[in-house]
């Protein structure tokens, strides 16, 4: 077993890192000693380091299974820029590469190998892999398998069988996007019932979250976009046509633009997704089709001009933004046709539990985008995980909504959950508040209780308001694997009793967009121009070796030169993301412009 100090080195020399994140140390330990693991981690949270760096310090090549080609080359671009082995085995191989990437495999020159589920399942491969010392196998990406997921894949399904193939090699289980039932499922398909589990924070606090009313949308987005100035973002929309004629808009507006989704020829998108990753393209408008194997560091906003379909999706997607730690910006433009569009969609599926697993996904988005409270406390809470205190960072928390004491209508609420059983939704519970004279409310004897009716001064979006609310803050909870179902939790005990003041918020109009500048980044005026130097000076190393700009350096790289000005070699290994290789190849040419600025 390696000691502290030999990982601690590797991640400095080849990595470039001073640190681990958290739960990193310890997820790499274990998976050296061979145990299994079970790993959720946000986007940006550093899962690929958990099998990256075992794969160079246990015996045999690490197989990583990729759903997608251009991630597989992203990642396999940025570990070669670092000096290590890594090769991706895929359909895109010219019949020679993939022959040399065949025989490296069998010479043991690999470290990693990429490859894509309906490869490494093949029977053909299987036999090849059985003659090969094999370090560790890590699914990435692994909700996938789930059917809970919001991204099922069937070829994944078929990893299940791994174990059986590879007894006693370790496996890893990676994702940023499940909830507890997703969780479960991917434990089972993958059989990792007696995996070490490890679930790091949801949070990114670094992207600032906020919901605009949608509109005239067309004139919000590029008012948006125009406060963004020179930076990277992705606006997603949900259909081929909306995204084409954003696009054109945006264009005749004098934009870096491009369209992207699944209509187009792979050729066109190929060439959208390289100009983008390269920084010759500023913002791509796409579907979700663009993004999932977009490991680009600097994207610096991204925006849903149509709400998601889950709060899976949309996290996913605004996770794309900021990865490198650097302020970020996550805009979603919600309206009430949004709603409907997705209603009448879900409808269409003919798979009645996938339509109510879908439909209690779809509540729970617009429960986010209605939210009056903390946008991170929804966005977390959905996930399982509770905030202390507001963020600070979303458009509720500095452009605060007006509260009120609102215990007596959180104790009517509590009360007619209470009263109903604990075993209706959120609809029928204010049917019951309001006194709806309703079929259903008679015919289960609802009209009888002492709840009904004692919140008929209110409206029905105003006391779906308050239940929403109630959920965000923990006092009640929905089941998802029993239609939704209203139950109470622990924390409404001392509400219902009169022992805590509650205050919520009331119902607002509009909410605001601000610019983000360069200070909040961390740079000082005068520090601005170097900045820029330092980009261009990536931007054309990039262009000579044919890689993406942040394959050189990150963002968050240059920001650091910038601040810190090092003049030494032994000065810019202090630099995060500056390790031994890339010291030896770029170093001289980022200190001549650092001193010569």
């Not at 997603?236 to 870096?256: I, P």
Request: proline share 5%; charged share 25%; aromatic share 6%.
């Amino acid at each position: 077993m390696p000691s502290p100090d030999t990982l601690h080195r590797t991640l400095r020399q080849v990595f470039g890192l001073h640190e681990f994140r958290p739960r990193q140390q310890e997820i790499i330990e274990n998976l050296i000693a061979g145990e299994d693991a079970f790993v959720l981690m946000p986007t940006g949270g550093g899962k690929s380091l958990c099998y990256q760096l075992p794969a160079l310090l246990r015996p045999g090549v690490a197989l990583v299974v990729s759903p997608l080609i251009s991630l597989m080359k992203d990642q396999v671009d940025a570990l070669t820029a670092n000096g290590v082995a890594a090769a991706y085995y895929n359909s895109t191989l010219p019949a020679g590469k993939a022959r040399q990437v065949l025989a490296s495999l069998h010479a043991g020159e690999l470290d990693l190998l990429y490859v894509a589920p309906e490869r490494l399942m093949n029977a053909a491969f299987l036999d090849r892999l059985s003659e090969i010392p094999i370090s560790l196998i890590a699914v990435d990406e692994a909700h996938c398998v789930s059917q809970w997921g919001h991204d099922f894949r069937p070829e994944y399904a078929a990893l299940g069988a791994l174990r059986e193939h590879f007894p006693g090699i370790p496996l890893l289980a990676l994702t940023a996007t499940a909830d507890a039932h997703t969780r479960e499922d991917i434990v089972s398909v993958l059989r990792l019932e007696h995996a070490a589990r490890y679930v790091a924070s949801f949070d990114r606090p670094n992207i600032r979250y906020t919901v605009l009313e949608k509109h005239r949308g067309m004139d919000q987005l590029t008012q948006f976009l125009k406060n963004q100035g020179s930076d990277s973002g992705i606006v997603y929309a949900l259909s081929r046509k909306r995204t084409e004629e954003l696009a054109t808009h945006l264009e005749v507006q004098g934009m870096s633009v491009a369209a992207y989704h699944a209509g187009l020829p792979a050729a066109v998108r190929q060439d959208v997704q390289e100009r983008f990753i390269k920084d010759d393209l500023q913002i791509v408008v796409a579907t979700v089709a663009f993004g999932m194997g977009i490991d680009k560091p600097n994207v610096r906003y991204v925006v849903h001009y149509d709400m998601p379909k889950n709060i899976e999706g949309y996290y996913q997607e605004t996770g794309r933004a900021g990865r490198d730690g650097l302020p970020s910006e996550a805009l979603l433009l919600f309206g009430a046709q949004d709603v409907a569009s997705a209603r009448r969609m879900l409808e269409q599926n003919q798979n009645p539990e996938q339509r109510r697993i879908e439909t209690h996904k779809l509540q729970a988005m617009v429960g986010f985008a209605e939210s009056l409270t903390c946008r991170r406390r929804v966005l977390l809470g959905y996930f399982s995980e509770h905030l202390d205190q507001d963020c600070g960072n979303c458009d509720i928390c500095l452009n605060p909504p007006e509260t009120f004491d609102a215990t007596v209508q959180a104790q009517k609420v509590l009360s007619c959950v209470y009263r109903v059983g604990e075993r209706f939704g959120i609809k029928h519970v204010v049917d019951v508040l309001r006194g709806a004279d309703t079929e259903r409310v008679r015919s289960l004897g609802h009209h009888k209780l002492s709840t009904y009716g004692i919140g008929n001064e209110m409206s029905e979006a105003e006391w779906t308001s308050i239940v929403r609310q109630l959920i965000h803050r923990g006092l009640l909870t929905q089941d998802i694997a029993h239609y939704s179902v209203l139950k109470l939790t622990e924390q409404a005990r001392p509400v219902l009793k009169g022992e805590e003041q509650l205050v919520l918020a009331r119902p607002r109009i509009k909410t605001k967009t601000r610019k983000r500048s360069r200070a909040a980044a961390g740079l000082e005026p005068g520090d601005e121009g170097l900045f820029e130097a330092l980009r261009a000076l990536r931007k054309s190393l990039a262009e000579e070796q044919g890689v993406p700009p942040y394959v050189v350096f990150g963002d968050a790289t240059l920001v650091e030169m910038a601040r810190r000005r090092p003049s030494s070699d032994e000065e810019l290994m202090m630099i995060t993301g500056v390790g031994e290789k890339k010291l030896q190849r770029y170093g001289a040419e980022f200190l001549y412009t650092i001193s010569s600025f």
